[in-house]
């Protein structure tokens, strides 16, 4: 299956990627965590993200591109895959068309997972992921175990979440109707316990091409 995740940040994307693509056995793409491990090695590609990432920003779409389209050249991705925080603008969507066109594949499904604004600012800034594993927690609501080695992500302050938060609503979600016209978009709502959201998300993937 060739999957698109869309939410707001703190929505659960990156939780739900990891339930879904461990079912499907396909490979999660996450821009995010690609730029960050960009960041982390100072390639030039991370310095370049950095200056947008830490202000809360989208990182230009060309940086995002180039990255992408040599990521689905790998083996793994040859089965299928799931972007997660992947398009996210207009011109994202519209190149990763082109892009899939070339390859002769398409998209079965894009989801849009759905939480109010007013809930994802507790959720953002109460994330902690494990640094050995990737796996992500929060303290109130998925708890870490006592003694895991934590990161807490530079853009994970409140400031910086209001930013991308603003940016979501004015670059992300024009997505939604241009993926809802070509009769792809799925909704699913992203509030309640982790295992109900995944079993909405794989019910909504049910009915997908
Ligand atoms: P990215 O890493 O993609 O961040 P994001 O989209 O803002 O999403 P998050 O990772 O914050 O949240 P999530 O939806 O994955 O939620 P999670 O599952 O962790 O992007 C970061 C930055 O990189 C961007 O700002 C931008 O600068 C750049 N970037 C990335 N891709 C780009 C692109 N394509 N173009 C341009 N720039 C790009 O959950 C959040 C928390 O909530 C966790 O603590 C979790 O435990 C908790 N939680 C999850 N589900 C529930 C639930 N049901 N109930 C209670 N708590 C829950």
Not at 22 to 49: C, F, W, Y
Not at 104 to 115: D, F, K, R
Not at 126 to 140: F, N, S, V, W
């Amino acid at each position: 299956m060739r999957l698109i995740l869309i939410g707001p940040p703190g929505a659960g994307k990156g939780t739900q990627a990891k339930c879904v693509c461990q079912g499907l056995r396909i490979p999660q793409i996450s821009t995010g965590d690609m730029l960050r491990e960009h960041k982390k090695n100072k390639t030039p590609l991370g310095v370049k993200a950095a200056e947008f990432m830490d202000k809360g920003l989208l990182v230009p779409d060309e940086v995002v591109l180039g990255m992408v389209e040599e990521r689905l050249k790998l083996d793994d991705a040859q089965r299928g895959f799931l972007f997660d925080g992947f398009p996210r603008t207009v011109a994202q969507a519209e190149n990763l068309e082109k892009i899939l066109q070339k390859l002769g594949i398409s998209l079965n499904a894009v989801v849009q997972i759905e939480v109010p604004d007013a809930l994802l600012v507790e959720r953002t800034v109460g994330r902690r992921t494990d640094k050995a594993t990737g796996q992500i927690y929060h303290l109130k609501y998925n708890p870490p175990p006592p003694g895991a080695d934590l990161l807490w992500r530079d853009d994970d302050k409140e400031e910086t979440v209001l930013r991308r938060l603003k940016e979501f609503h004015a670059q992300t979600a024009p997505l939604i109707p241009f993926y809802e016209t070509r009769g792809l978009l799925r909704r699913v709502d992203g509030v309640g316990e982790l295992p109900a959201v995944t079993e909405r998300l794989l019910a909504a993937l049910k009915s997908s091409k």
